[in-house]
C-alpha cells in the first residue's frame, strides 16, 4: 500500500498531524502541506494519487487548487474539508470534479471510507481499460440474461465486468423498459463476493413513504399501529449481499437523508428505534428520470446524487440499438414458446420483422417482448406473420417493401436475421453513398466490424 501516496493540504496544524498519523498508520505514503501555493509545488513534483484540502486556505484556495489539479491531471482525486456551515460550496467544489467533501470535526472511520472508495474507483478504472483493450475485437450476445450485440451494450458489458467485484454504487439510469433490472442482477451475480449473499429488489415508486421506510430500513413493535411485531428491513436481510433500489426519484427528503447515511456510514436505525444497526450492502439505484433536473427543482439531493453516481451506467433504448432486434426477437421466441402451452413457433415471417427495424419502441424491449408473446398467442401457424401483430404495428411500411415472392418464402430464422442485418447495412451504404466510415458510424459499430460483417453476408462495395 506504500505505493498509494496521499498529499494533506490544510494551515491548520493539528489538522494535518492528526489525518498524517491516521492514514500513515494505515500503510499510505502521505505528505502534507500548510496552504494551496506549497501543495501546488509539491504536486507538480510529485503527483499524489489523492489530494485532501481544506476549502479554506491562504495564497491558494481549495477550489483554485482543486480546478488546477482537475486541469492538469484529471486522475487525481480530491476530497476537500470544509466546516459544517460551508457545506453549499462543498457541494459546489463537487460539481467542478471533488470526489467527495468531509466537514470539520473530522472522523477517522470517514475519511477511511472515502479514501477506500477512491481507490476502488481507481481500480475500476484501470480494469475498464484493460477490459476495453483486452475486448476491442470481441463481441458478446449475450451476458448473463442481457440481449444484445450493440457497441452501446458491449460498452456496459465491459463496465460491468470492471465494477463487479468493487464495492462502488452503481447508479443506471434509462428509459422505462430498457433493461435496468437485468444489468442490475448481472452486477449483483457477477460480483464473486456478493453473488451467494441476497440481492433484495425495491421498487420505490409503489410505495408510499411510511411503508417505504418500514420496508427498507425495518420497524419495532409498536412503532405504529399495524407494527405488532418486530421486523427487519430489506438493508437488514441483504447483509453481505445488494440492495437495488428502482425509482430512486421517488425517495422522499427524509427518506434521502437516510438513504445518504447508509452510504456514508454503513448504518440506520429501525423505525421507533434508538439502536443502530450496521451493514454491508452495495447499492444499486436506478432512475427512468432527469436527477439533475430533479435537483435544480429541489426533489433531489445533490449530495446524495454524487454517492449514488459514482460508476454512472446509461442503458440506451432499443430505438438506439436496432441492430440488436433480430437478437431479441430470436430470445423472446423461444421464451415464449417455453411459457406458451401447445405453441411452437419458430420463426418470423421478413415482413413482419423490417416492421419491427422500422418501428421507434417506445416501451422499449419489454414492449418487444410483450408484442412477441402476444404473437406467439395468436400465431396459427410456427411463424409469426404481419397479421399476428397489433393493428398499430400493421400500418407500419417498411423502408424496403416486402415482394409477393419474398412473402411465400419460408426460411429459417438464421436465415431471416442474417437478411435483415444485410438490408439494414446495404441501407446504410446507401444512405451514406458508398462511405463505409459513415455508415459505420449511423450503425453504431467500428469501420472493422462492418468489413467483416461485408465480407460475412456477400455485400458488395456501393459506389459514391
Avoid at 423498459?177 to 452486477?187: D, M, N, S, V, Y
Avoid at 445518504?260 to 444497526?277: A, I, N, P, S, Y
Avoid at 442503458?315 to 401447445?342: A, C, G, M, Y
Amino acid at each position: 500500500m506504500s505505493d498509494r501516496h496521499i498529499l494533506i493540504v490544510d494551515d491548520e496544524p493539528l489538522t494535518r498531524k492528526s489525518l498524517y498519523e491516521i492514514l500513515k498508520f494505515d500503510g499510505y505514503k502521505v505528505s502534507t502541506a500548510s496552504d494551496g501555493e506549497q501543495a501546488w509545488d509539491l504536486i507538480s513534483r510529485d503527483p499524489p494519487d489523492i489530494v485532501i484540502a481544506d476549502l479554506k486556505m491562504p495564497k491558494i484556495d481549495g477550489i483554485t487548487l482543486l480546478k488546477r489539479i482537475k486541469e492538469t491531471d484529471s486522475d487525481i482525486a480530491v476530497v476537500l474539508i470544509t466546516a459544517y456551515g460551508s457545506i453549499e460550496s462543498a457541494v459546489e467544489a463537487m460539481r467542478e470534479g471533488a470526489f467527495d467533501y468531509i466537514t470539520k470535526p473530522i472522523l477517522d472511520n470517514e475519511i477511511k471510507i472515502i479514501i477506500q472508495r477512491i481507490f476502488e474507483q481507481k481500480k475500476i478504472l484501470e480494469e475498464n481499460r484493460f477490459l476495453k483493450k483486452k475486448l476491442a475485437d470481441t463481441s458478446r450476445v449475450k451476458f448473463y440474461n442481457i440481449i444484445g450485440r450493440n457497441p452501446k451494450m458491449q460498452k456496459i458489458y465491459n463496465l460491468i465486468d470492471a465494477v463487479a467485484s468493487t464495492n462502488a454504487t452503481v447508479l443506471i439510469q434509462g428509459e422505462s423498459g430498457t433493461g435496468k433490472r437485468l444489468i442490475a442482477h448481472a452486477i449483483h451475480y457477477s460480483d464473486v463476493n456478493r453473488r451467494d449473499k441476497p440481492f433484495m429488489e425495491v421498487s420505490c415508486g409503489v410505495l408510499p413513504e411510511s411503508l417505504l421506510e418500514s420496508e427498507l430500513f425495518g420497524h419495532v413493535k409498536g412503532a405504529f399501529t399495524t407494527a405488532i411485531r418486530d421486523r427487519q428491513g430489506r438493508f437488514e436481510v441483504a447483509d453481505g449481499g445488494t440492495v437495488f433500489l428502482d425509482e430512486i426519484d421517488a425517495f422522499s427528503p427524509k427518506l434521502q437523508v437516510k438513504l445518504l447515511r447508509v452510504l456514508q456510514e454503513g448504518e440506520f436505525e429501525r423505525v421507533g428505534d434508538t439502536k443502530t444497526v450496521k451493514v454491508d450492502v452495495r447499492i444499486i439505484a436506478a432512475t427512468n428520470q432527469d436527477l439533475k433536473k430533479a435537483i435544480k427543482e429541489g426533489t433531489f439531493r445533490e449530495d446524495l446524487y454524487y454517492r449514488l453516481n459514482v460508476i454512472p451506467i446509461y442503458v440506451p433504448p432499443l430505438r438506439e440499438r436496432k441492430d440488436d432486434i433480430p437478437l431479441l426477437v430470436e430470445h423472446f421466441l423461444k421464451k415464449s414458446t417455453q411459457r406458451v402451452k401447445n405453441k411452437k413457433v419458430v420463426d418470423i415471417s421478413k415482413e413482419a420483422m423490417d416492421i419491427f427495424l422500422e418501428y421507434d419502441w417506445p416501451g422499449n424491449v419489454r414492449e418487444l417482448e410483450n408484442v412477441i408473446e402476444r404473437a406467439v398467442i395468436l400465431c396459427k401457424k410456427d411463424r409469426i406473420e404481419k397479421d399476428d401483430l397489433p393493428d398499430f404495428l400493421k400500418e407500419i411500411k417498411p423502408c424496403f417493401p416486402v415482394s409477393s415472392s419474398t412473402k411465400r418464402k419460408i426460411a429459417p430464422l438464421k436465415e431471416a436475421l442474417k437478411s435483415s442485418e444485410r438490408e439494414i447495412i446495404e441501407n446504410a451504404l446507401r444512405e451514406c453513398g458508398g462511405n463505409k466510415k459513415k455508415a459505420a458510424q449511423i450503425l453504431g459499430i467500428n469501420r472493422t466490424t462492418l468489413y467483416n460483417k461485408m465480407r460475412e453476408l456477400g455485400i458488395s462495395d456501393i459506389e459514391n
